[in-house]
């Protein structure tokens, strides 16, 4: 059985439109969402291009949450817009981001830790053989089809059987990601996967994010940490307090500027004086403040 003989395991993606190479898959115009009276998101504007990795980054707060929601159909926009493939879409369940090839791999990565790794690959999505009333799960082919795409990844795991639990931090999260582009994920959104983990993980983390994008697919990767945006990221969207500060291309913006605006520089260069009078404040790093208080880069528009 091949993947794309198996009507069980949704690793076909419906038809879409056909389209250049390089138009956005997945594109924010002015989107915002209000909860009531609070307004959680405003203004955003994001485009999400195939093989290109869309860097979103912003302190707690700042609305990162709130995009993920929206793009991945938990939630919907209350202004502006939000089009797939040139087309305007109102998600209403995370189903239908999922068959327009919208994937997201939250924080903890929604595995079962005592199941294998191959049960773990194939969660919710079990191939089966056999006629109905007697059709069972087809271990056989899930195993051979789950080494396979970890393999295709760069993967490599000794045994398929132990538990996904024993995996590390940094395996765990390659696998999901792995997972999401054998079932035709074609916009992968990443939510902060290097939080948790150290130095070596995370650099396994980000080689398999590489990968991905490698494969063509369009990557939206949200993080706290602009270092780790600036190793894969092609484009940067800094969030605060529910608007984008900073919205750039890789050679718009240097890691020096990522950082200033991700650690939050206009506001201490607001400051700046202020803080000259505090005994054992050293401000002669921080940048002005008319060099931070304007966005980076607005060809693509913030709103």
Request: aromatic letters at 4%; one cysteine or more.
């Amino acid at each position: 059985m091949t993947k794309n003989e198996s009507t069980t395991h949704g690793a076909v993606l419906p038809d879409t439109p056909a389209q250049d190479e390089d138009a956005p898959i997945v594109e924010l115009r002015g989107a915002g969402k209000s909860y009531g009276n609070i307004r959680a998101l405003h203004g955003v504007s994001l485009t999400v291009h195939p093989g290109k990795v869309t860097c979103v980054l912003g302190d707690n707060g700042a609305g990162k949450s709130t995009l993920i929601k929206i793009i991945s159909g938990l939630h919907q926009h209350t202004e502006g817009d939000f089009l797939v493939d040139g087309r305007p879409v109102r998600f209403s369940t995370p189903r239908e981001a999922l068959d327009k090839g919208i994937a997201t791999v939250y924080q903890d990565l929604a595995v079962v830790p005592l199941m294998p790794v191959w049960r773990n690959f194939f969660l919710g999505s079990e191939m089966t053989k056999g006629p109905w009333p007697l059709r069972r799960l087809d271990i056989e082919t899930m195993k051979k089809t789950a080494d396979a795409e970890l393999r295709n990844m760069g993967i490599v795991l000794d045994d398929l059987e132990q538990p996904i639990g024993t995996l590390s931090g940094g395996q765990r999260q390659c696998v999901a990601i792995a997972r999401a582009v054998y079932f035709g994920a074609r916009v992968l959104i990443l939510d902060e996967p290097t939080a948790a983990l150290g130095v070596k993980q995370s650099g396994v983390v980000l080689k398999y994010i590489a990968a991905a994008r490698d494969k063509g697919l369009g990557v939206i990767f949200i993080t706290h940490n602009p270092h780790h945006a600036y190793m894969v990221g092609d484009h940067f969207s800094v969030l605060r307090l529910g608007t984008m500060e900073l919205n750039a291309s890789r050679d718009e913006v240097s890691l020096d500027e990522l950082t200033n605006h991700m650690a939050g520089g206009a506001e201490l260069a607001a400051l700046k004086h202020e803080l000259a009078q505090v005994r054992g404040v050293d401000v002669d790093e921080l940048p002005e403040e008319t060099d931070l208080t304007a966005p980076v880069g607005t060809s693509e528009g913030t709103s």
